[in-house]
């Protein structure tokens, strides 16, 4: 079973396009990440329009679509985040979230307090640790506090939870072992 198409920002040509790629695969998920433009909360404005005139195709077609966030959308732009705008700005039946606990931490947030905040809206998880200095590391093993997430995602009602490592230094049987081991020992996952 895929678990879900991503891809990045672009025109809704382009994304009726990922939307029959996501049909003809049989995904229920297609995840974007990026915006038209991440510099005023007009531009995440604009980008939501697009989001929901692809949402409701999206929905049209059977298929979730979801908002994967980075940590450039936590970035104060005179107020607000370019996350709180695109989520203010969007339907949330229409456009879903796929949080990525890392970038979330990475972005000067508390993912446990991201993801209560906006339990309604999530559909998709991509659980990431970040090591003491900033950079990727195996779920359990980096400062994370996961009892917490775990506490926050215990009500929410998503299919898929996966586990990502952008990078490491460790072998890809090194990394994946520490993660699911994690996961399993002590978040009973």
Known sequence: MLAGVHTGYGSLEQFDE???????????????SGVGGQDSIEDYQ?????????GR??????????????????KD?????????????????LVHACVDTYWVQHGGADPATFLKEYA??????????????????????GILDWASIMEAVAGIDTEWLTVEQDRTDKT??????????????????
């Not at 029959?20 to 974007?32: D, I, P």
């Not at 604009?46 to 692809?54: H, I, L, M, T």
């Not at 732009?77 to 039946?93: E, F, K, N, R, W």
């Open 18 to 32: 990922k939307i029959r790629f996501a049909e003809a695969l049989g995904s229920k998920y297609l995840m974007v």
């Open 46 to 54: 604009r980008s939501a329009e697009v989001f929901n005139e692809v």
């Open 57 to 74: 195709r999206c929905n049209d077609a059977g298929i979730k679509f979801c908002y994967h966030n980075h940590s450039w959308e936590f």
């Open 77 to 93: 732009l005179g107020g607000a985040t370019g996350i709180v705008t695109l989520y203010d700005s969007t339907d949330p039946q």
């Open 120 to 141: 309604d809206r999530v559909a998709y998880l991509h659980f990431k640790d970040m090591n003491p200095d900033g950079s990727f590391g195996e779920v359990g093993h």
């Open 172 to 189: 890809t049987e090194e990394s994946v072992t520490m993660s699911c081991r994690y996961m399993r020992q002590t978040l009973g996952i």
